[in-house]
C-alpha cells in the first residue's frame, strides 16, 4: 500500500497495527458501518469496533456481516456494555455470550453502571470470560458521580481508588480497562479548565501504565471533543489508547495522533519550523484553547 505522499514527506510514525498501544475503538452505533468507505480508507488505523445499544433493534443477520466483514479486515468487536449489564441482570450471561460468540464478537466488556456488580463479581466475569476465549475490558468509572464510588464528586476522583480497581482488574486477565468517558471529559473539563483533575488524571496513567488504560472520550452534550484529544496526545504522546470514537472522526482523530491538525495548532508544523526544538513534537507548547470553544 502506498500512502498519499509518504515517498515524499517526512511524516510523524506511531505505532502499525496489530498495536499493544496506540488502540483506536470506534462506535458503529447499531452495526451497519463495516463496508463504508470511511472503514475501507480507515481500517489500518481503526483497532475495535463497538456497538451501543442501538444494536439490539437490528437484524441478527446484519450484524453477524458486519462484524464478519470486520474481523476479516483485523478489527476487533465489541458489543456495547449496555447489553451485556441487561444480561447479568436477568442471569443469562451464558446464553448472552454464546450467541455473542455466534455473531463474530470476540471482545466483551465487563461494567456495571446499573447491574450493581461489585469489583469481585466484576473480576469473577474477567476470569470467566477470558477462559472462554475473549479479549475482555473491564471498566472503571460510572456516568454519574452519586453512582461512583471512585468519585467523592462530578469533577474529582479518589486517585487510590481508581489505581486500586483498575490494577485489581488488570491483575486477573484484563486486557486492558477502560476509564468512562465522562469521567475523563470531567477531569480534564469542557474548556480544559480543570486543572487539579487533569494533575488526578496523570497520576492514574502513570501509577498503571497508559498502556493498561482504554480512555473513553465522547460528549452527551455537543461540546467538541478534539481539543481533549489533543490534550491527551500532548501529554501522553501520540500512541495514547482512545475509545468512543465516532466512524466520520477516524480521520480528525488520527490527524491529531500524527500533529498535523488545527487541535492543538499543527504541532509537527512547528516543531519542523522551529527547527525540532524539543525531543518529540507533541511536546511543543500549545496555543490557547479558549479560542473558537464554545461558551
Not at 49 to 64: G, M
Request: contains cysteine.
Amino acid at each position: 500500500m502506498k500512502r498519499m505522499m509518504h515517498d515524499i514527506l517526512e511524516l510523524p510514525q506511531r505505532s502499525e497495527k496489530p498495536r499493544k498501544k496506540g488502540l483506536t475503538m470506534v462506535l458503529d452505533r447499531a452495526w451497519v458501518g463495516a463496508g463504508s468507505s470511511i472503514v475501507a480508507a480507515y481500517k489500518d488505523y481503526i483497532d475495535l469496533v463497538k456497538s451501543t445499544a442501538q444494536c439490539l433493534w437490528v437484524d441478527e443477520k446484519i450484524i453477524q456481516k458486519n462484524m464478519k466483514a470486520y474481523r476479516r479486515l483485523g478489527i476487533d468487536v465489541q458489543i456495547g456494555g449496555i447489553p451485556y449489564e441487561i444480561a447479568v441482570l436477568e442471569g443469562k450471561q451464558k446464553e448472552y455470550m454464546k450467541r455473542a460468540k455466534m455473531l463474530g464478537s470476540n471482545v466483551v466488556e465487563v461494567e456495571s453502571h446499573a447491574a450493581g456488580l461489585t469489583l469481585e463479581q466484576m473480576k469473577t466475569e474477567v476470569k470467566r470470560l477470558k477462559k472462554d476465549g475473549f479479549k475482555v475490558v473491564g471498566e472503571v468509572g460510572a456516568k454519574w458521580a452519586d453512582h461512583d464510588e471512585t468519585r467523592p464528586s462530578r469533577d474529582a476522583i479518589y486517585v487510590d481508588k481508581v489505581v486500586a480497581k483498575m490494577s485489581e482488574l488488570l491483575e486477573v486477565g484484563a486486557d486492558h480497562v477502560y476509564w468512562e468517558g465522562m469521567v475523563v471529559r470531567a477531569l480534564l473539563g469542557n474548556r480544559l479548565e480543570n486543572q487539579a483533575g487533569q494533575e488526578q488524571f496523570l497520576k492514574v496513567a502513570k501509577a498503571v501504565g497508559q498502556e493498561r488504560i482504554i480512555f473513553e472520550m465522547w460528549s452527551a452534550r455537543g461540546n467538541p471533543n478534539t481539543p481533549l484529544w489533543a490534550w491527551l496526545v500532548k501529554h501522553l504522546g501520540p500512541d495514547v489508547n482512545l475509545a468512543n470514537i465516532n466512524l466520520q472522526d477516524v480521520s480528525q482523530l488520527e490527524s491529531i495522533r500524527r500533529g498535523c491538525s488545527f487541535d492543538p495548532g499543527h504541532p509537527y508544523v512547528r516543531w519542523l519550523s522551529h527547527s525540532r526544538p524539543t525531543p518529540n513534537w507533541w511536546e511543543m507548547e500549545s496555543p490557547d484553547y479558549k479560542v473558537d470553544l464554545p461558551g
